[in-house]
Nanobody, 124 residues
Framework: QVQLVESGGGLVQAGGSLRLSCAAS????????MGWFRQAPGKEREFVGI???????YYPDSVKGRFTISRDNAKNTVYLQMNSLKPEDTAVYYC??????????????????WGRGTQVTVSS
């Protein structure tokens, strides 16, 4: 079992930056690929990026070049650095862990454990 707790959300102006953190329980954090998703009101949960084992990352076009995922295995923590934020980035952001080390990263069903989310609001 893995427990995930996100933090770092808040209100920021367009063009600003935020760094979200996701702290994980458990001694095998380094063996889990870690993903980030977001969900805006009235919309489906959207894939934001993933950190595979070994640190390789992958992002959808909507955030590529603006968002960066990093992880500190010694601290059992994964980060989402968000730059050049836009009002459309406003959402609840969730981190997620998965047991499978390969395959699709795109869907909620690809992940096994979820945090409760942290709100990010970008004002125009």
């Amino acid at each position: 079992q893995v427990q995930l707790v996100e933090s770092g959300g808040g209100l920021v102006q367009a063009g600003g930056s935020l760094r979200l953190s996701c702290a994980a329980s458990g001694r095998t954090f380094s063996s889990y690929p870690m993903g980030w998703f977001r969900q805006a009101p009235g919309k489906e949960r959207e894939f934001v990026g993933i950190s595979w084992i070994g640190g390789r990352t992958y992002y959808p076009d909507s955030v590529k070049g603006r968002f960066t995922i990093s992880r500190d295995n010694a601290k059992n923590t994964v980060y989402l650095q968000m730059n050049s934020l836009k009002p459309e980035d406003t959402a609840v952001y969730y981190c997620a862990a998965r047991l499978r080390v390969s395959g699709s990263p795109w869907y909620e069903s690809d992940y096994d454990y979820w945090g409760r989310g942290t709100q990010v609001t970008v004002s125009s």
